[in-house]
């Protein structure tokens, strides 16, 4: 079963603008983290998340946790048609990040 | 380093045959984790093996195995092919450290007809 759900599933963007995805999960985590899918292929880490951490930057993303709403939101800032990809949000409940669970994903479309 | 590799990459079987999946983990990682990936299900955990033990294993039924060799590569088997096996099959594989991030493969699409 997934842990957490992601909204929206699915979002469209022009160039330029910022695109924003939130994942909610269900049970205490230790860390979460965002990953990218392009088109059926394997995930590409993009940035994770410490429960003690409030906010965390990354180039154009930026990652908030609010663990009293156990809810997570992944900022991409000015987007490129290179961005188009699906984006989820995995959990880590043991801590020793070797067994990930994953939200439903988001289906981002930037078009140029 | 040379990432995550998987094969094959594409896979067709048909129902009731079995098939194996192979992983290679980034060099120096001892910790590999299969992933199942489908439209209505999405990414679910099948297990995970360290030094050749299986240490985590999700919710599959016994159809799905594996086993990690001492070079740290690794193999998924499944038996007796279903219809709703058909998916896209991704290894991970990570360094020993608790925060070290899962490093993923291209994944295995695999097709049972």
Request: hydrophobic share 30%.
């Amino acid at each position: 079963s997934q842990q957490g759900e992601e909204d929206p599933q699915a979002l469209s963007i022009q160039e330029g603008e910022n695109a924003t995805m939130n994942c909610s999960y269900k049970t205490s985590i230790n860390n979460l983290q965002w990953y990218r899918q392009n088109s059926g292929r394997g995930l590409v880490h993009l940035i994770l998340i410490r429960s003690n951490e409030r906010e965390k930057h990354s180039g154009r993303l930026r990652v908030t946790l609010d663990t009293s709403k156990k809810s997570s939101s992944l900022l991409i800032t000015a987007s490129r048609a290179a961005d188009t990809a699906s984006y989820f949000c995995a959990t880590d409940l043991s801590g020793s990040a070797r067994q990930l669970t994953f939200g439903s994903g988001t289906q981002l479309t930037v078009l140029p | 380093k040379a990432g995550v590799t998987q094969t094959p990459r594409y896979l067709i079987k048909t129902r009731g045959q079995q098939v194996t999946l192979s992983c290679s983990p980034i060099s120096g990682h001892r910790s590999v984790s299969w992933y199942q990936q489908t439209p209505g299900q999405g990414l679910q955990f099948l297990f995970e093996y360290f030094s050749e033990t299986q240490r985590n294993k999700g919710n599959f039924p016994g159809r799905f195995s594996g086993r990690q060799f001492s070079n740290s590569r690794s193999e998924m088997n499944v038996s007796t092919l279903e219809l709703g096996d058909s998916a896209l099959y991704l290894c991970a594989s990570k360094q020993q450290g608790s925060t070290d991030t899962q490093y993923f493969g291209p994944g295995t699409r695999l097709t049972v007809l």
